[in-house]
């Protein structure tokens, strides 16, 4: 896929909200890949964990917010105890999915779940889920 | 020996066959499970926002009753309640801001500072009771049982709450060993389920449930253990939908470890709850003769 990348698209206050959120320097990162390579939810991804780095990197904030990848991240946190620079990755995606839930924009519509999902999913999933995909 | 116990909210219904099963298991090693008093859930996904504290509130609490019963260690059993209430332990040990914040937050509570100390059971049987006591008291070999240890995400990652080494853990092999039943190696033993997407992505665990299940068949097992409520969902509800899918599958039994050491100890059944597994684990056991 083709971005375009120019000074207007460039947001360096996302950056910096990135960072502060998350605790990490974006450009710590050097995309070598290997976040992408062990992640496990990877195989449904539109952009690879990686390639979501660069785009925070760029402040590229409307072609992360569009993703699905930040919303598809389990937090299993593989990424984090391999990555070689040291970047925490599960706090940045964290940090990419609340700029969206700050906004009010839940991922998820609690109200849209069946009775029937309701009571067979175990309460963890169910807090997990509210946690990670609603405001 | 009493040892204070922190359930959490799945261990009370879905997972009621984790917590029998330990808590009987344990009685007989020589370890007196003492639930804590007015206790509440753990939060679940520990934050990972610098910015938010608000969600270390629920485990911090937990903590607090810990430490106020007068105890000074406290065991978990559900993966999610470990992570959560060892990480929060930890930031309040090591962040002294974020500590004074919480602190002064929660004016009604006692002053924390970390002091209790958050363990797995798992670690108990290993480091406390030690693998060669649970083998003298093991009545029941589980001899000529295949079992594939599935590790999930939340008992070893991220590194500083690992209860054993992270990229190639050992603790469910040896216990596997230990109540004599064969340990099966495989690659996706320490990969994520899917875990909370089961509540938005159902379809991507699927996905997941089924790299994992057809990996572990290829590998000969005959059954999965695992510590973690969410993973048993969702590589035991899930089985239904891969049935369907592929036409050579057939399911295969998901066991707590618990469930196991207590037959290996030859307590009742019932305290494993096998009513509330998904699929059929009694067929296995029955053939095994492990069960009546």
Known sequence: MRIEISSQRLQSDFVKKV???SGQSLLSCNQCGKCSAGCPMSFAMD???NQIIRLAQLGLEGDVATSKTVWLCASCLICTIRCPRGVDLGRVMEALR???LRKNIDYMEASKISADTLSELPQIALVGGFRKHTA | MDLSYYPGCTLKTQAKGLEDATIASMAILGINMVEIQRWNCC???YSLADDDLAHHLAPVR??????????NKVGTLCSFCYNTLKRANLLMQKDGEKRKTLNDFMEEEMDYNGEVEV???????RDEIGWGNIEEKVKVPLRGMRIAPYYGCTLLRPQEVAIDEVERPTILHRLIETIGAEAVDFPFATECCGSFQIVSNPDS???RAWDILSLALRREAEALVLTCPLCYFNLGQRQKILVRRHSDFKGIPIFYFSQLLALSLQLDPQVCHFELSYGDPLLLLKGKKLVP
């Open chain 1, 19 to 21: 960072e502060e959120i």
């Open chain 1, 47 to 49: 952009f690879l964990p």
């Open chain 1, 98 to 100: 609340l700029i969206t």
């Open chain 2, 43 to 45: 939060g679940a996904a």
């Open chain 2, 62 to 71: 937990n903590l607090i009753r810990v430490s106020e019963q007068g105890a």
């Open chain 2, 119 to 125: 363990v797995h059971i798992l670690e108990v049987l």
């Open chain 2, 205 to 207: 665990v699927t996905q």
